[in-house]
Each structure stands twice: as C-alpha cells, then as structure tokens.
C-alpha cells in the first residue's frame, strides 16, 4: 500500500454547475440563516426517542405498551450494530 497511487476518480468529469433556489424555498432560508451565523450548526437527529425504557405506572400494565417499548429496544439494538460495522 505504501506504493499505491490512487487515480483521479473524478478528473474526467465536467465541474459541479452553481446551485440556483428560489428565494422563498426553505433551503434557501436555511442556507441564509447558516451564512448569518456560521458558529450555527445543523441539528443532529434526536435518538432519545429510540432509547429502550420500560413502561411504568399505568402503562406496566398495557401490552401495546411494552410493544413499543420492545420496538425501540430492537431499532437501538439494530442502530448498534450498524455503527460497530460502518468506520
């Protein structure tokens, strides 16, 4: 590998053409707002919504909710095992 050179994949095709939106699309608004302030990040996804809990009080009780709970426990488990293949 330490003599590997890597081609140009890219060489051969033609430059990126500049991006036109329309002022009143929500992209262009939020390119704007990035621009105002750009110490201003994009949000990352919430996954407190994917955290596993179990059901407790009134919901113990309920098998719909310990469905949803077992939903989210298998999408945690699954977002998991996706980020221990993926670099």
């Known amino acids: 590998m330490g003599n590997f050179k890597p081609r ?3 060489g051969s095709l033609p430059p990126v053409p500049p991006v036109s939106l329309p002022k ?7 390119f704007e707002r ?3 302030d750009p110490s201003s990040k994009l949000g990352g996804i919430d ?4 955290e596993p809990a179990a059901p407790s009080g009134k919901e113990a009780k309920d098998p719909k909710a310990w469905k949803e709970a077992l939903d989210r426990a298998h999408t945690a488990l699954e977002h998991t095992n996706i980020r221990s293949v993926l670099p």
């Open 47 to 50: 996954l407190a919504k994917y």
């Open 34 to 36: 990035i621009k105002a």
């Open 8 to 10: 140009d994949y890219l």
């Open 24 to 30: 009143e699309s929500l992209l262009w608004k939020e």
